[in-house]
């Protein structure tokens, strides 16, 4: 699998979600197998400004973020070319442009999955990108505005054209948000009718769902979003490795959780927003539920690091339980794809 000049290690592709790709998560993925881990969108004003909320984004760990994929969002083609600039300047390798995020905030602004309904300014924006930076440029689309509009091979076509090197489908329309089935006849769609890799994203919550998608659509890639929270491992057994043990998932959650804090900086802060990583976490293992309502109450450092030892220390897989399909583990997943 290569991205323009650059070749990835795997297939594997962790998805940019909010508040979840920062750079220990990112970390992680990559050590587990991962072949690219975008961060989370980033505003293109913001990094024009040099917000220091936003360059915080643009945080790595420069042994394992190799190569390094930054996603901005907006919807000035100067501006983007400009922040793309800046974040190339910050170390990034590929650039990739949003243009699925389906909220309010983004959209208005005429961002994220707007641009599904003005091809040529998305087209314009990835050539404006690609001229300034250098660098490869990718571009994550969605089906389209609603059910009425689907236009993502139009839109792929455009993006191709202008000289995008690798396009990323979500293929559920903005009216859908995340409900509803992906429609992954739509990747293959896409697939058909693009000479550049097109990476499948959308419903994949297993490695079976990963190597399904594979099958089923052809695509080069699978970006994996859901599947991956509190499941870093997921990129090992994509690359035939084992399933954690007990005391490997106690030691990593408590891992991930100091790599959080130290990249917060804030203790405080860190612990809340750490806590639906532990919801995360406990899927699939018995007593998650009750231990999510614990999660929830921690508020200090050390109350967090004793849950995750109670816990974790003893959990065992819950067999009666189906963390892979939809709905039924009481986590509200929207929270990182927002």
Known sequence: MRIGSIELSSRWILAPMAGVSEMPFRRLAFQFGAGLCPTELVSAEGLIRASARTLRYLQRDERWERPFAV????????SMAEAARVAQAHGADIIDVNMGCPVPKVFKNGAGCALMAEPERAAEIVRRIANATGLPVTAKIRSGLDAHRINCVEVGKRLEDAGCAAVALHPRTRAQGYSGRADWSLIRRLKEALRIPVIGNGDVRSVADAHRMLDVTGCDAVMIGRGALGYPWIFRE???GSPPTTEERHRLVLEHFRAHVEFRGDPRAAVRQFRKHIGWYARGLVGASAFRGEAMQLESVKEVERALDAFFSTAVPD????????GDDGIDYRTAYG
């Open 238 to 240: 994509l690359e035939g």
């Open 319 to 326: 067999l009666r339980s189906r963390p892979d399909s939809e």
């Open 71 to 78: 996603q901005i969002f907006g919807g000035n083609p100067d």
